[in-house]
């Protein structure tokens, strides 16, 4: 979480306005996605558990088009 913070202090110090919109809404997009991803699956990012219902393979690259402008996005990949 420390480095996060770092790099989002970081971004808001050399990034102007609306690069700093897109980042969190790429941000947020992506925070969402994994959590939903977590939810399918029935294991975190890393966690071994024998339950699993399905196994993450990779991401897909997609552009969002918003207001703020295009965000680019990882949409995670799963597999059964």
Partial sequence: MTTDMMNFRDLVE??????????MIGFAAERVMELEVGAVTGAAYGEKDPARRAQRNGYHHRDWETRAGTVELR??????
């Fill in 14 to 23: 050399k990034a102007s306005d609306a690069d700093l919109l897109r980042e």
């Fill in 75 to 80: 949409i995670p990949k799963l597999r059964k």
